[in-house]
């Protein structure tokens, strides 16, 4: 996510920073990044100048204090709500500009939560994108009870303006519109499968081809990263206590023997 992030704003002429946390994380953020642009590219969606403008835009590092002089920044570590905390306090110190805009990817974490982490509540919103990034449109924007209305037209113009993202505006709640929706569907899909009610393959043809989804709720689960399915879950029951975001044992097991689909190479099912 953080890499899609990256590009899409680095093709709009922004000055993009990206700070991973290790230099092997780094090194493999920055080859992600550049091998999606040179697919661009190769396509003819992307021209050479283009392309030299938009990886000059673009630097990855370790050192967070190069953040300091940002005026956006966007968050996009795992989904665990104490790391992201922990980031907030330290962006909070960090960052100089105090109307820099402090934002999450997170897909279910309240924005509240990282707000209070912070000495500057109203500048923290939630800019919620959709993998991939460079292909989806959408972007859910989630403001807290704190949130200004100058950190959410900062939020507004970014999205829509400068990236041509489709906004939808949510409230501060687990899960926001979209994940709210999605992941129940995605766990009983997991709990009809578990049960032996169907096959795998049976249950994601049936909603691809009976009900025109592009992708099948197990398949789509496997994309997502089921460790990730599983922390946005556990995030939904935590807010609500309904048993329909319970994460199922099936998923749990999968995630504790660490497989959590496309990228471990298995999940649902198997991948090269």
């Known amino acids: 996510m953080g890499s899609g992030i990256a590009e899409v704003s680095a093709r709009a002429g922004i000055d993009v920073v990206v700070i991973e946390s290790s230099a092997e994380a780094a090194a493999a953020g920055e080859k992600r990044i ?6 661009a590219r190769d396509k003819g969606k992307l021209d050479e100048s283009d392309f030299v403008a938009t990886t000059d835009k673009l630097t990855v590092s370790t050192d967070i204090d190069a953040l300091a002089d940002r005026q956006l920044v966007i968050e996009a570590i795992v989904e665990n709500e104490r790391a992201k905390t922990e980031l907030f306090a330290r962006l909070d110190k960090i960052v100089e500009d105090e109307n820099a805009v402090l934002a999450s990817n997170t897909s ?3 924005i509240m ?3 209070m982490a912070t000495e500057r509540p109203g500048s923290v919103i939630g800019i919620h994108f959709f993998n991939p990034v460079p292909v989806l449109h959408l972007v859910e924007l989630v403001t807290s009870l704190h949130t200004s209305d100058e950190t959410r037209a900062i939020a507004v113009d970014y999205s829509s303006n400068q990236l041509s993202k489709r906004v939808v505006h949510s409230k501060d709640r687990a899960g ?4 709210a929706l999605l992941i129940p569907y995605i766990l009983s899909a997991i709990r009809m499968f578990e049960s032996g009610f169907a096959s795998k393959e049976d249950i ?13 709720p197990l398949a789509l689960a496997d994309l997502i990263g089921l460790d990730t399915t599983m922390a946005v879950a556990e995030s939904l029951y935590e807010e609500f206590k309904e048993p329909l975001y319970a994460s199922p044992p099936l998923l ?7 497989l959590l689909g496309r990228k471990t190479g298995r999940g649902f099912y198997e991948y090269g």
């Open 252 to 258: 749990t097991r999968m995630v504790e023997a660490g």
């Open 204 to 216: 994601d043809q049936g909603m691809v081809t009976g009900c025109a989804h592009p992708m099948g």
């Open 176 to 179: 926001f519109i979209v994940n």
């Open 113 to 115: 939560k990282l707000a």
């Open 108 to 110: 279910s974490i309240p």
């Open 34 to 39: 550049r091998g999606s642009l040179e697919r």
